[in-house]
């Protein structure tokens, strides 16, 4: 299986630019060790998967897509990466992404554009467009990515996958290479919702080395993808979100993809859930308050890479002070939207302006959890288990096409934040095609109901 995949890497990859990191020997010597293991077969053993070069791997070069983590070999692993290599998986290589993960459709990236093997002059989404490629492309089964905003489901939706953003907390961070650390989450990519669940099973849990990891069990994933693949919905109460995709908002959105989402909507009723319209009214101000609490965390995140203990060095040639080097560092080492977003979130956080923009965010994010509550929880006129919406407003768009208007970028992720924000747990699962690409379905549960979410992308996968 690994050299099957190793086959099609070489055959395929130079085109679909999937992956900035292969190491074939390596790989087919993991095989060979699980084989003699005597459990391929059981679970995920000897099933290859594929990395978001944002996950650190020991003595395995990893760059979060960045030139300024170019030539840096970690000196551990993340936990995810150790818990997939405990489970008897195969690691092919690191996949491409958008730098420190800022981005929606891999085009940040500093080393090569990643094509969408549907189309391949269209983009693969972001930031986990490498991973949404590699298992798209079938040069992956099963691949991870990390979410802060919607970067593994809005690639998923792009390429016809299934992608899911567990629970905050509920998976570690422990050497993923922070970018907003209130909000990152690793999750599965995968084609389909079993394949996603049996990943998810593997990497989630407690960990003692993450400080914001949940002691509580994983979710019933697994068990809840093959019960919802006999499709019975009966007495589910699903909620259509207004503000994203339903009567409330229709700006912004494609046709199709609107078309999709309402035949999805049926499919669910058609299982047995009760559907009914519920209004989020803080969602729509979920980009904003996004757009200054992930560069905020960004600006402080990125304080690290200063070219003393991790990757390139720039201008280190005896005639330079300190603060000249990591200067010149800086400047070489980061690409244009990670200085944006830098200067953006130092400007929030700065004396005299924090109240007015990084205190508003947060209270926004305090109405959009609330929204979440009320929604979940009902009051008088009784709650849903999930909110449903599209998961982009559209589908993939051509290479090039949003490069140079950082709005447009951004407003990819507008149906993907709210659950960002609220820490819930949100699954992309595929619902058609529009003019030949792939809509996805997002549904959202609240905190610790992963299950949920699965059992709904099974029934109408
Ligand atoms: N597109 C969003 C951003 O650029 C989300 C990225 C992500 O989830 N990592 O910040």
């Given at each position: 299986v690994t050299r099957a995949h190793l086959d099609r890497i070489a055959a395929e990859d130079g085109a679909l630019g999937a992956y900035l990191h292969v190491d074939g020997d390596a790989a087919l010597a993991r095989a060979a060790e699980v084989d003699a293991s005597g459990t391929a077969g059981t679970g995920l053993a000897g099933i290859p998967v594929a990395l978001k070069d944002v996950f650190v791997t020991e003595g395995v070069p990893t760059t979060s897509g960045s030139r300024i983590l170019e030539g840096w070999r970690p000196p551990y692993s993340a936990t995810v990466a150790t818990r997939?290599?405990?489970?008897?998986?195969?690691?092919?290589?690191?996949?491409?992404?958008?730098?420190?993960?800022?981005?929606?459709?891999?085009?940040?990236s500093a080393y090569t554009a990643t094509r969408n093997p549907w189309d391949r002059d269209r983009i693969p989404g972001g930031s986990s467009g490498g991973s949404s490629t590699a298992v798209a492309g079938h040069l992956a089964p099963l691949a991870l990515g990390t979410d802060t905003g919607g970067s593994i489901r809005q690639p998923a939706a792009l390429t016809g996958l299934v992608g899911h953003k567990p629970t905050y907390g509920s998976v570690s961070r422990y050497g993923l290479i922070a970018f907003s650390s209130s909000l990152d989450q690793a999750g599965p990519m995968a084609r389909t919702v079993l394949d996603a669940a049996l990943l998810h099973e593997a990497i989630g849990g407690h960990d003692p080395r993450d400080s914001t990891s949940i002691d509580a069990p994983v979710p019933a994933v697994v068990e809840a993808a093959r019960r919802g693949?006999?499709?019975?919905?009966?007495?589910?109460?699903?909620?259509?979100?207004?503000?994203l995709g339903g009567e409330g908002a229709r700006e912004g959105y494609e046709q199709g993809v609107l078309d999709r989402f309402a035949g999805a909507v049926a499919l669910l009723e058609a299982a047995g859930a009760e559907v009914r319209e519920v209004s989020c009214p803080s969602f729509g101000l979920?980009?904003?308050?996004?757009?200054?609490?992930?560069?905020?965390?960004a600006s402080s995140n990125l304080a690290r890479f200063e070219g003393m203990r991790f990757g390139i060095r720039v201008g280190d040639d005896g005639g330079r002070d300190v603060d000249e080097v990591m200067a010149l560092t800086r400047e070489q080492g980061f690409g244009p939207e990670v200085k944006r977003r830098i200067i953006l979130g130092t400007y929030a956080l700065s004396a005299g302006y924090y109240d007015a923009y990084y205190g508003q965010a947060q209270k926004v994010r305090t109405l959009i959890g609330r929204d979440f509550s009320t929604a979940f929880d009902g009051g008088a006129s009784g709650g849903v288990d999930v909110l449903v919406s599209p998961t982009s407003p559209t589908v993939a768009w051509p290479i090039g096409a949003r490069v140079h208007d950082p709005l447009a970028m951004y407003a990819a992720d507008l149906c993907t934040l709210?659950?960002?924000?609220?820490?819930?747990?949100?699954?992309?699962?595929?619902?058609?095609?529009?003019e030949g690409l792939p809509v996805g379905l997002q549904v959202m549960a609240p905190a610790l109901a992963d299950d949920r979410c699965y059992r709904v992308a099974a029934a109408v996968e």
């Open positions: 997939l290599r405990d489970a008897g998986t195969v690691m092919l290589g690191k996949t491409n992404m958008d730098e420190f993960a800022m981005g929606s459709s891999t085009e940040n693949a006999g499709g019975d919905l009966a007495g589910l109460r699903v909620g259509v979100v207004r503000e979920a980009l904003p308050a996004y757009y200054l609490i992930a560069p905020s965390e709210p659950a960002s924000l609220a820490g819930v747990p949100a699954i992309s699962v595929p619902c058609g095609l529009s």
